[in-house]
């Protein structure tokens, strides 16, 4: 059975025939269809399906609006209700997945800025730690529902390039008010090399998880 990762493969290979237009026109169906509530190998073979289709048309000159129509949100919409749904062991794999990955970095950067510059050796809120891994979830997420409510929309680059801005800034510069306002609780102390003890263990169980979440 071909794996959700072989078809992303496959689909990146295959995009690389499409010609500009075309393939403005299939990243916004790419898009819509990833950020569905569907099953990922299901979405990823219909995605397949529907590339090799634009690539066959577009050699015989047909454009992607000829072949999907004039209303695409519509046309996807038609074809995501027809896929099986994710289901709920998937999607707390994928939130598992995110978190581990997330918690990687996380540690990871506190260790070689410890290793680094030993004078930040600071203790550390366990508190301020499970918030800021919670927004590091949240808002990536929150960004992509925007996104696929607003990828067929006109103006659609500008309002992208505004979701991911304001992404970018949460990330960034929510830390500074959760530390200043929220009570610090139960704080540790630990050195570089736990933190980059855990940034491995982080690593492997992230490979892990990637072959259940992409399988």
């Known amino acids: 059975m071909t794996t959700t990762t072989a078809y992303i493969q496959q689909n990146n290979e295959r995009r690389k025939k499409l010609n500009d237009q075309n393939e403005s026109f299939y990243s916004d169906i790419l898009l819509y269809v990833r950020s569905s509530n569907v099953d990922q190998r299901a979405g990823e073979e219909l995605l397949l399906e529907l590339l090799e ?20 949100e519509g046309y996807c919409k038609s074809l ?11 999607k707390l794999l994928l939130w598992l997945y995110m978190a581990a990955y997330g918690a990687m ?4 950067l506190m260790g070689f800025m410890q290793l680094l510059f030993p004078e930040l050796n600071k203790p550390v809120s366990l508190t301020h730690l499970l918030i800021f891994g919670s927004v590091f ?10 996104m696929k409510k607003t990828v067929f929309m006109k103006d659609k680059p500008a309002k992208i390039n505004i979701a991911w801005g304001i992404t970018g800034a949460a990330i ?22 736990i933190y980059l003890s855990i940034t491995v263990i982080l690593f492997i169980g992230t490979r892990l998880l990637k072959g259940r979440v992409f399988d």
């Open 105 to 108: 970095w996380m540690f990871g």
């Open 137 to 146: 979830i949240t808002i990536p997420l929150a960004a992509m529902v925007v």
């Open 80 to 90: 995501v209700d027809e896929l099986p749904k994710e289901t709920l062991t998937g």
């Open 53 to 72: 289709h634009l690539i066959d048309a577009q050699e015989r000159g047909r454009r992607a609006a000829d072949v999907f129509g004039e209303d695409p």
């Open 172 to 193: 960034l510069f929510l830390p500074y008010p959760i530390i200043l306002f929220v009570p610090a609780g139960y704080e540790i102390n630990l050195s570089w090399i």
